[in-house]
């Protein structure tokens, strides 16, 4: 059984940092794109960040650009978003997801792609 669980989120105030991480079971993550997703209420997932071959592809959202950096412990088969200058518009639930074959540069963050997803942690900015 493939399971994705989150970890790290909270409440902080502008400025701050947040660390995410997603522990992946059941799958070798290093197989996978592995991607932070975000959803706040009535509005559609938006691709954070995403990672594939411990490295070799990091993309990220325009929004979070030089703010945020994934990174992946192969060894841990974990994901981590380390989230820096956090903003009250970076408010939201994130996921973390993992994907097969298929995806590229042109296609990461399209939720539909990804097969696993996990439960979500939220993250809460005060301003």
């Known amino acids: 059984q493939v399971q994705l669980m989150e970890s790290g989120g909270g409440s902080v105030q502008a400025g701050g940092s947040l660390r995410l991480s997603c522990t992946a079971s059941?799958?070798?993550?290093?197989?996978?794109?592995m991607t932070w997703f975000r959803q706040t209420p009535g509005k559609e997932r938006e691709g954070v960040a995403a990672?594939?071959?411990?490295?070799?592809?990091?993309l990220y959202a325009d929004s979070v650009k030089g703010r945020f950096t994934i990174s992946r412990d192969m060894a841990k088969n974990t994901l981590y978003l380390e989230m820096n200058s956090l903003k009250s518009e970076d408010t939201a639930m994130y996921y973390c997801a993992a994907s097969g074959r298929g995806m590229s540069r042109d296609t990461w963050s399209d939720a539909a792609r990804y097969i696993y997803w996990g439960q979500g942690t939220q993250v809460t900015i005060s301003s």
């Open positions: 059941g799958i070798t993550a290093g197989d996978y794109w």
């Open positions: 990672e594939y071959g411990g490295g070799i592809v990091e």
